[in-house]
């Protein structure tokens, strides 16, 4: 008999929760022959899924944690969505095709890291609208940055548009890419990552360079929301920029008294 890889033993659960233990039918339930679901569940090689497949997965059978498929972290069904008097914000479209997304405070966010870790409950609040040529196929969110932290990218009460990353997208996020990370220990963090989560950390770099960078470990990121948009009314100069402009000035002044001598 062969013994089979962890992939393969969760795989097996997740047939037996979802198709009484059927791999023909789970197979055609998620549109591949069961020859494939054989090969990773007693298939002498055991290959883990391809990403096809785990797309089919998770199209078919939403419940499922995909994480916890691959990985092992957490458990096999998603938290159930707590049954609710809170409204739930949600991206809509109106008739002319503009996109309404749901505006999120800090202030709301706290009722998010001490209560049943979803991004989707929230406080009823202001909304964005936006073309649907701005923001498509995601579920968005709008979010008003607080603090000088992100300065001269991002200034005190500018709007970021942005949506949830899947975990299993995280190993894929680049180095460089304004994010919001979210901790039971930090709160709602705007920061510029340095992406070592395949090593089991991320660096949280602050553009405004009196705010020193700081490592958070995989266990403890609750979420990644991806940053796509800003939204500011600051039209000023960054100061370096004001600073190189009036170093040309003094230099032009000194050529034209030059001139003049």
Not at 25 to 42: C, D, L, M, Q, W
Not at 98 to 111: F, G, K, T
């Amino acid at each position: 008999m062969t013994l089979q890889n962890p992939v393969s033993q969760r795989l097996t659960s997740v047939i037996e929760r979802f198709a009484e233990g059927n791999e023909k039918r789970f197979a055609e339930s998620i549109g591949v022959k069961p020859a494939v679901i054989n090969n990773y569940t007693k298939g002498k090689q055991q290959s883990k899924p391809g990403f096809e497949v785990l797309q089919k997965i998770c199209e078919t059978y939403p419940a499922i944690n995909i994480e916890w498929l691959i990985n092992g972290r957490g458990q096999m069904e998603k938290a159930k969505l707590k049954p609710a008097t809170e409204r739930v914000l949600v991206t809509t479209q109106d008739t002319a095709g503009n996109v309404s997304i749901p505006v999120i405070n800090r202030r709301a966010a706290a009722n998010y890291l001490t209560g049943y870790k979803t991004q989707e409950y929230f406080e009823e609040m202001d909304a964005i609208n936006l073309p649907t040529s701005f923001v498509r196929g995601k579920q968005f969110y709008a979010l008003q940055v607080t603090g000088d932290s992100m300065e001269p990218t991002l200034h005190d009460g500018d709007y970021l548009i942005c949506h949830l990353c899947e975990r299993a997208d995280w190993d894929y996020l680049n180095d460089g890419e304004v994010c919001v990370l979210v901790t039971d220990e930090r709160g709602l963090q705007v920061k510029r990552i340095k992406n070592r989560l395949s090593n089991g950390y991320v660096t949280c770099l602050s553009d405004n360079k009196r705010h020193t960078a700081f490592n958070l470990t995989y266990n403890e990121v609750l979420e990644i929301w991806r940053v796509s948009w800003k939204l500011s009314a600051d039209l000023s100069l960054n100061a370096g920029l004001d600073d190189r402009l009036a170093q040309i000035e003094d230099r032009l002044e000194r050529m034209e008294r030059l001139k003049l001598l």
